[in-house]
C-alpha cells in the first residue's frame, strides 16, 4: 500500500513545509485548468524518487508515467492518492451540463496498473 503525503511531510523542515503550501497556493491561484503531473509533483516539492517511494515503484517508473500521453484511469488514481488526493473525472459539455463520471470509483489501484 503507498504511503499518504502526510507520512511522508510529517518529519519536513517547516521551511520546505511552507514551500510547499506557497506552491499549492501559487497554482490554486492561476487557476489553470490542465496540469501535467510533473507539475502536479513539483506543486508539492517532491522529486521523482519521493513520489516513487510513495508509491512503492522504482523512479524510472515515475518518469515514465510523467511522460506518458495516456495512462489507466487507475494508475492516475494512485498518483494523485499519494499525493494526498483524490481523482476526480468530469465531463463538461457545450450547453453547460456537467457530469461527474463514478463508473471509475471502484477500480483496484494494484501496482500493475499502467
Known amino acids: 500500500m503507498a504511503r499518504k ?3 511522508l511531510t510529517k518529519d519536513m ?7 510547499i503550501d506557497k506552491l499549492k497556493q501559487d497554482m490554486h491561484r492561476e487557476d489553470v485548468a490542465y496540469r501535467r503531473l510533473q ?6 516539492a517532491l522529486t ?3 513520489l516513487a517511494k510513495l508509491m512503492k ?3 524510472a517508473a515515475v518518469s515514465k508515467l510523467e511522460a506518458q500521453d495516456d495512462m489507466y484511469v487507475s494508475t ?7 499525493l494526498g488526493g483524490e481523482l476526480h473525472i468530469r465531463a463538461s ?3 453547460g451540463l456537467e457530469f461527474e463520471i463514478t463508473q471509475f470509483t471502484s477500480l483496484s489501484t494494484t501496482p500493475s496498473d499502467s
Open 5 to 7: 503525503f502526510s507520512e
Open 13 to 19: 523542515p517547516k521551511d520546505r513545509l511552507a514551500r
Open 39 to 44: 507539475e502536479i509533483r513539483q506543486a508539492f
Open 48 to 50: 521523482q524518487v519521493e
Open 57 to 59: 515503484v522504482n523512479q
Open 76 to 82: 492516475l488514481r494512485r498518483i494523485i492518492s499519494a
Open 93 to 95: 459539455f457545450p450547453d
